[in-house]
């Protein structure tokens, strides 16, 4: 099993955390920017079922994930 942590800086408390078995949201939990409908979050789930999603820019800047968009070979 892989655990990852966010960078230094990260603050929890800023972190919107969805109510277990609610529809997805199109915000990012934490600054709240828009993700694309074919965009791929980070999401992360509590044991009791709430969950967070990150977008591109948070999931760069805090966790410390790159991201690659697919070039079209046409």
């Not at 960078?7 to 828009?34: I, Q």
């Not at 074919?38 to 967070?52: E, F, K, N, Q, R």
């Amino acid at each position: 099993m892989t655990t990852i942590a966010p960078k230094p800086g990260f603050d929890w408390n800023h972190v919107t955390w969805g109510k277990p078995d609610s529809v997805r949201s199109a915000l990012c939990s934490y600054c709240s920017a828009g993700i694309p409908e074919h965009s791929v979050p980070l999401i992360l789930w509590t044991d009791d079922g709430h969950a967070a999603q990150f977008c591109r820019k948070c999931q760069r800047q805090w966790w410390g994930m790159q991201t690659y968009d697919e070039g079209n070979d046409e």
